[in-house]
């Protein structure tokens, strides 16, 4: 598992980034939310916004709804 931690001596010396994305859409679940509360404290840490794309099982959308 990678942390803040192994990223600190590289990050000490290069620019922050301006934004943050995240290529993977997450649902609701217990599993997917511990890992957005790691990218917002990665966010919060490079003080840069986080975008991360949530599908429709995010919502509990789902297709032909009546």
């Not at 990223?7 to 939310?33: G, H």
């Not at 990218?39 to 509990?60: K, N």
Request: charged content about 20%; overall charge negative.
């Amino acid at each position: 598992m990678l942390t803040l931690a192994a990223f600190s001596p590289a990050l000490e010396t290069t620019t922050p980034p301006d934004i943050i994305l995240i290529d993977k859409e997450i649902s609701n679940s217990p599993r997917a939310m511990t890992k957005v509360e790691r990218v917002m404290d990665f966010a919060e840490a490079m003080l840069a916004p986080a975008i991360i794309g949530m599908g429709g099982d995010f919502l509990e959308f789902k297709a032909g709804m009546n």
